[in-house]
């Protein structure tokens, strides 16, 4: 799948960001300001875990002649960081390439002045081009809370402090605020420091920030207490809030509107099976099994979304309400566009229990993709999952190779191949290394 999805970009799309497999060209889009070749970028690791030499050759050489960094135009601050920084950043330390970590640190620099405001809070759009952020209004949390594990790695590689510097500062703001009920809303206004409304989903708009925390405790080899408290503390407050059963027994996570629940979640919240997972042996001894029976319901409240459709791949959202349980009742929420979470929760619940259900979900999914999702040249979106009688979306999402289908090759894979105690994956599956320096964290717990 991985080899028929590139070849088809490097035909059709080269250099471009993503390929638009119905109509054979490529898709630039305006997430990434003026920066190309995200499939590339995206690729990398994935080329190279799966000894796809060749193919990751052709991807080095190309970051070597024409990944030009001294792009012009408004970029996402989370985009170009999870994307491109994480995809340079783990090229590098799966290959030891100075090639990629010197790109990495060049456009780390470029990131830096959005967190030029009142608070350090960045703003979620920056201007690659004239040093500067470009926009107002609020900040995302899952943007500015989703920087923390390359911020960290890109201080290691450069010996300049200021990346760790920078998300420090986001956190210790977080500390501070008040939060409702102990959840953390969805905006944030980088002028004030203000939450902006209270709107909680760990699905989008929030989802990477609770992913980051655990993570960052993990990939400091626990010695991030800080970002362990935070995190077991968030987690404490979805547990009461937002974690509800349906009448037909699947928990779910709602989403909460200034306290009123909407009794939706998303696919991107499907990865919180694999982080509860994650995060289970590390909190409260007595709640290890707890979080592990947590993480289990949850991936299964995500397979039935996936089961319960015609094409057997799970919509952008599912709803809990109106007799409906885990479907799309909005016309508008009926899309699949390649997306990995539901197999990227499968991979760790596979990865922590051995349980051969996952494997199997994990099959299912992969005959889903290719019945419904392979097209000619490359793979496509879904525009409904309820009918066989498929409409793509002409577009081969850049995850799709990160991601969706690194993770489907782990869940299969030996459990040896980047092993979860010594890698942590950012939120766009590049594995980066776990830092095992006790000193770094005694000193930063101390500034």
């Known amino acids: 799948m991985m080899k028929f999805a590139w070849d088809n970009y490097k035909h059709y799309a080269w250099g471009k960001n993503e390929l638009r497999p119905l109509t054979r060209n490529g898709h630039i889009g305006n997430m990434f300001g003026g920066l190309r070749g995200a499939s590339i970028i995206d690729s990398l690791d994935t080329l190279y875990v799966m000894g796809l030499t060749e193919e990751y050759n052709d991807a080095k050489e190309w970051v070597q002649t024409s990944l030009d960094l001294n792009s012009n135009g408004e970029a996402s601050l989370f985009e170009v960081n999870i994307r491109y920084v994480g995809g340079l950043l783990s090229a590098y330390y799966l290959t030891g390439e100075e090639l990629f970590k010197n790109k990495a640190v060049e456009l780390g620099e470029k990131l830096l002045p959005a967190f030029s405001t009142p608070t350090g809070i960045p703003r979620g759009v920056i201007n690659l081009g004239s040093w500067g952020w470009a926009s107002a209004g609020s900040s995302i949390l899952a943007e500015f809370g989703t920087l923390h594990l390359e911020f960290v790695h890109l201080t290691e590689l450069s010996g300049n402090p200021v990346y760790t510097e920078k998300v420090m500062n986001i956190r210790k703001l977080l500390n501070k605020i008040e939060k409702p009920h102990g959840l953390y809303p969805n905006f944030l206004s980088p002028v004030s420091g203000n939450w902006v409304q209270h709107h909680v989903s760990i699905g989008g708009l929030g989802d990477s920030f609770y992913e980051y925390l655990i993570k960052s405790y993990l990939m400091s080899d626990k010695m991030d207490d800080d970002a362990k408290k935070m995190y077991y503390g968030a987690l404490e407050a979805i547990e009461a809030n937002l974690v509800q059963k349906s009448p037909g027994g699947l928990t779910y996570m709602a989403e909460w509107r200034g306290g009123i629940l909407d009794h939706k979640m998303g696919h991107l919240a499907c990865f919180s099976g694999g982080m509860i997972g994650i995060g289970a042996d590390d909190g409260a001894p007595e709640k290890r099994q707890h979080y592990l029976d947590l993480a289990a319901e949850i991936t299964h409240t995500c397979h039935e979304s996936y089961t319960r459709s015609a094409t057997k791949l799970g919509p952008e959202a599912f709803r809990f309400d109106g007799g ?124």
């Open 324 to 447: 409906a349980e885990a479907t799309a009742t909005r016309l508008s929420d009926r899309y699949y566009i390649l997306r990995p979470e539901v197999i990227e929760s499968y991979m760790y619940m596979w990865r922590l229990t051995h349980d051969p259900k996952y494997r199997d979900w994990g099959w299912e999914a992969v005959q889903a993709l290719e019945e419904h999702c392979r097209v000619e040249s490359g793979f496509s979106g879904i525009r409904d999952v309820y009918t066989t009688t498929v409409s793509h979306d002409n577009m081969q999402q850049s995850f799709f190779l990160s991601e969706t289908l690194k993770y489907l090759y782990l869940l299969f894979s030996d459990d040896d191949l980047l092993p979860l105690e010594d890698w942590v994956f950012n939120t766009e599956a590049h594995p980066l290394p776990i830092i095992r320096k006790s000193c770094l964290w005694a000193e930063h717990s101390r500034s």
